[in-house]
């Protein structure tokens, strides 16, 4: 999770320019563009001397090609400048989470998610006493299992976020690609929906990233809270001439939401 991060969100402007395949895709469908509006306006003057077309409307089109083809030119800016914007306000919420080192491997964001659990800390090396003798056997179960149920949802969890920006990334060098069909609707209306499609694509892939660190930042303050139950290792929590301060109950609430918050 920590590389795909750092790989798709924090260092992804330096990873996009030296994908150069972006910018050669993206000449080749302008071009391509291109050509068609040519074709286009050439057959509606045609249809315009043969008496077939309309003055006013071959006015509109000329107006929306020579609109589209100025926007097409400059197509693959603006997409990249969406992109950085969303990338930016991402970076500025995940450096939040992280703190100033979040851009290190080792210390990316699942360094604070795992600590707001307790799960880093709770499979110490201290070996704890006999699990199976003393009091409140109940709540230490519940602990036992509930621990482990959590790092098994937590691994699961990093895993599927880790594929969902690396499908960001790659949808979004797709639409850096065929950037020119956003602008094309302009001109065409049989590309209107295409165009319309591209934009939404565009608009989910912004959004995604920032709301999903807006989530995690939300997360990890309601684990961090006092109203979380957090063991630092089991060689305190079985300790047997101590009762745990929480009740079994409070204990399988604490973890179904503790999961909850993770999905």
Same mark, same amino acid.
């Given at each position: 999770?920590?590389y795909v991060?750092?790989?798709?969100?924090?260092?992804?402007?330096?990873?996009?320019?030296?994908?150069?395949?972006?910018?050669?895709?993206?000449?080749?469908?302008?071009?391509?563009?291109?050509?068609?509006?040519?074709?286009?306006?050439?057959?509606?003057?045609?249809?315009?001397?043969?008496?077939?077309?309309?003055?006013?409307?071959?006015?509109?089109?000329?107006?929306?090609?020579?609109?589209?083809?100025?926007?097409?030119?400059?197509?693959?800016?603006?997409?990249?400048?969406?992109?950085?914007?969303?990338?930016?306000?991402?970076?500025?919420?995940?450096?939040?989470? #992280?703190?100033p080192?979040?851009?290190?491997?080792?210390?990316?964001?699942?360094t604070?998610?795992?600590?707001?659990?307790?799960?880093?800390?709770?499979?110490?090396?201290?070996?704890?006493?006999?699990?199976?003798?003393?009091?409140?056997m109940?709540?230490?179960?519940?602990?036992?299992?509930?621990? @482990?149920i959590?790092?098994?949802?937590?691994?699961?969890?990093?895993?599927?976020? =880790?594929?969902?920006?690396?499908?960001?990334?790659? =949808?979004?060098?797709?639409?850096?690609?065929t950037?020119?069909?956003?602008?094309?609707?302009? =001109?065409?209306?049989?590309?209107?929906?295409?165009?319309?499609?591209?934009?939404?694509?565009?608009?989910?892939?912004?959004?995604? =990233?920032?709301?999903?660190?807006?989530?995690?930042?939300?997360?990890? #303050?309601?684990?961090?809270?006092? @109203?979380?139950?957090?063991?630092?290792?089991?060689?305190?929590?079985?300790?047997?001439?101590?009762?745990?301060?929480?009740? #079994?109950?409070?204990?399988?609430?604490?973890?179904?939401?503790?999961?909850?918050?993770?999905?």
């Open positions: 999770l920590n991060l750092d790989f798709t969100i924090v260092n992804m402007q330096k990873n996009i320019s030296g994908l150069t395949g972006i910018n050669v895709a993206w000449k080749i469908i302008r071009d391509l563009m291109n050509i068609v509006f040519i074709f286009l306006l050439v057959y509606e003057g045609i249809k315009l001397i043969i008496d077939q077309g309309d003055l006013k409307s071959l006015k509109n089109f000329i107006f929306g090609v020579v609109l589209a083809s100025l926007l097409i030119n400059f197509s693959l800016f603006f997409t990249k400048v969406l992109i950085d914007a969303s990338n930016v306000v991402t970076l500025g919420i995940y450096t939040s989470i #992280t703190g080192n979040g851009s290190a491997i080792n210390s990316g964001l699942s604070p998610i795992t600590n707001a659990l307790g799960v880093s800390s709770i499979y110490g090396d201290k070996a704890p006493p006999d699990i199976f003798t003393g009091r409140n109940g709540k230490k179960l519940v602990m036992l299992f509930g621990s @482990g959590v790092i098994l949802v937590s691994a699961f969890a990093f895993f599927a976020i =880790a594929i969902m920006f690396i499908i960001r990334f790659i =949808a979004l060098v797709l639409l850096m690609m950037s020119p069909i956003a602008y094309m609707g302009m =001109a065409i209306p049989a590309m209107k929906s295409y165009s319309n499609e591209w934009w939404e694509s565009l608009k989910g892939q912004l959004l995604f =990233a920032p709301v999903f660190m807006v989530m995690i930042l939300i997360s990890i #303050t309601l684990m961090s809270s006092p @109203g979380f139950i957090v063991e630092k290792d089991f060689a305190s929590l079985m300790d047997t001439s101590e009762k745990p301060d929480f009740s #079994t109950m409070g204990l399988m609430l604490n973890f179904t939401v503790i999961i909850g918050l993770i999905f």
